[in-house]
């Protein structure tokens, strides 16, 4: 492991080494369970309470004393499958959007584009628990997420498959008037050309033996097709724009195992420093850059709500007391 995360030239010494004893934590839930021990298994537990305490203390001092590192720097190949993972549902966003644009053009509604605005979540939902309206956006209608306010999920306990993927943000749709006109060739060519970048960064992955069975952008264009196809049954809206979106999401599997062998056979094989500008070049665009800091607003909104602070005072602990007392 530490080989693949360029972590070989740590040295492991007892300064900066730390072990934790796990027997309290196993005590403390099985007492929660109701479960009686002996006297014996009490005392064996609250020594290995003191040694994770001290342990604890050690490891704060330790951190105290040292410089802090821009993790944005770092680069390896687990950080960057789990940027690219990240960066899943911004990419496909981004992708739709552009494919709507497109439809727009090619029945020569010009004077007009769709944009999205992404607000963050505060729980954590999934395809699957979240709220889904249906909302006409120009002559398109489109499944908008939102919290299940009306259940009051405050977690997302849907196991894991492939038939949803986790929401974090809420992406809406305007109607606007565009700053440039763009015609249906280029938004087009733009469209398959930015596919392809993304399935650059998937044969990255695979090149490494880091993708799984399923890459992380089937999921959502799975879910895209669905929407579409949802909607296009829908018997009293008309749904004729949204059947050529649905044409388009239809072909997309084919057209990913097309760029799949035109890099196979461009034998192309990115550094993980490339890997990274890619990853940075797509960042940059604004559709994507928005939903990135998006997400990670939700994310601290999150983690805030799910905090427990406990005041120093409350601290009873004398091996622990001595470490607040020195900060």
Same mark, same amino acid.
């Given at each position: 492991?530490?080989?693949?995360?360029?972590?070989?030239?740590?040295?492991?010494?007892?300064?900066?080494?730390?072990?934790?004893?796990?027997?309290?934590?196993?005590?403390?839930?099985?007492?929660?369970?109701?479960?009686?021990?002996?006297?014996?298994?009490?005392?064996?537990?609250?020594?290995?309470?003191?040694?994770?305490?001290?342990?604890?203390?050690?490891?704060?001092?330790?951190?105290?004393?040292?410089?802090?590192?821009?993790?944005?720097?770092?680069?390896?190949?687990?950080?960057?499958?789990?940027?690219?993972?990240?960066?899943?549902?911004?990419?496909?966003?981004?992708?739709?959007? @552009?494919? !709507?644009?497109?439809?727009?053009?090619?029945?020569?509604?010009?004077?007009?584009?769709?944009?999205?605005?992404?607000?963050?979540?505060?729980?954590?939902?999934?395809?699957?628990?979240?709220?889904?309206?249906?909302?006409?956006?120009?002559?398109? !209608?489109?499944?908008? !997420?939102?919290?299940?306010?009306? /259940?009051?999920?405050?977690?997302?306990?849907?196991?894991?498959?492939?038939?949803?993927?986790?929401?974090?943000?809420?992406?809406?749709? &305007?109607?606007?008037?565009?700053?440039?006109?763009?015609?249906?060739? !280029?938004?087009?060519?733009?469209?398959?050309?930015?596919?392809?970048?993304?399935?650059?960064?998937?044969?990255?992955?695979?090149?490494?033996?880091?993708?799984?069975?399923?890459?992380?952008?089937?999921?959502?264009? /799975?879910?895209?097709?669905?929407?579409?196809?949802?909607?296009?049954?829908?018997?009293?809206?008309?749904?004729?724009?949204?059947?050529?979106?649905?044409?388009?999401?239809?072909?997309?599997?084919?057209?990913?195992?097309?760029?799949?062998?035109?890099?196979?056979?461009?034998?192309?094989?990115?550094?993980?420093?490339?890997?990274?500008?890619?990853?940075? &070049?797509?960042?940059?665009?604004?559709?994507?850059? *928005?939903?990135?800091?998006?997400?990670? @607003?939700?994310?601290?909104?999150?983690?805030?709500?799910?905090?427990? *602070?406990?005041?120093?005072?409350? @601290?009873?602990?004398?091996?622990?007391?001595?470490?607040?007392?020195?900060?």
């Amino acid at each position: 492991m530490l080989k693949q995360e360029h972590l070989k030239d740590i040295l492991f010494e007892m300064k900066n080494t730390f072990c934790f004893d796990s027997e309290s934590f196993r005590y403390l839930a099985a007492r929660k369970c109701h479960v009686d021990f002996d006297e014996f298994v009490k005392v064996e537990s609250i020594n290995s309470w003191t040694t994770s305490v001290t342990e604890s203390v050690r490891l704060l001092h330790f951190i105290l004393k040292l410089e802090p590192y821009n993790l944005n720097e770092w680069q390896s190949i687990r950080k960057a499958a789990l940027e690219i993972s990240m960066l899943a549902r911004p990419l496909m966003e981004t992708l739709r959007l @552009i494919l !709507y644009n497109w439809k727009l053009c090619e029945v020569g509604l010009t004077d007009k584009e769709i944009v999205i605005n992404t607000i963050p979540v505060k729980m954590k939902i999934c395809s699957n628990c979240a709220q889904c309206n249906i909302v006409q956006v120009g002559p398109f !209608y489109i499944s908008e !997420y939102q919290s299940d306010k009306n /259940k009051a999920v405050k977690h997302c306990l849907c196991p894991f498959d492939d038939s949803h993927f986790l929401i974090e943000s809420i992406v809406k749709y &305007e109607f606007v008037t565009p700053p440039t006109k763009l015609s249906s060739d !280029y938004l087009k060519d733009s469209f398959y050309k930015f596919l392809l970048k993304c399935d650059r960064l998937i044969h990255f992955l695979r090149q490494k033996g880091l993708l799984n069975e399923i890459d992380p952008y089937i999921n959502v264009l /799975k879910r895209f097709l669905n929407e579409e196809q949802h909607i296009c049954n829908i018997s009293h809206i008309n749904s004729n724009m949204n059947k050529r979106v649905q044409e388009v999401l239809r072909c997309l599997r084919e057209s990913r195992e097309q760029n799949g062998k035109r890099l196979i056979q461009l034998n192309e094989k990115l550094s993980l420093s490339q890997a990274y500008q890619l990853i940075d &070049e797509l960042k940059s665009i604004p559709t994507v850059n *928005q939903q990135i800091d998006i997400i990670k @607003i939700g994310r601290q909104l999150v983690m805030k709500a799910n905090e427990h *602070q406990v005041k120093i005072s409350f @601290i009873k602990n004398k091996i622990f007391s001595k470490l607040t007392n020195s900060l």
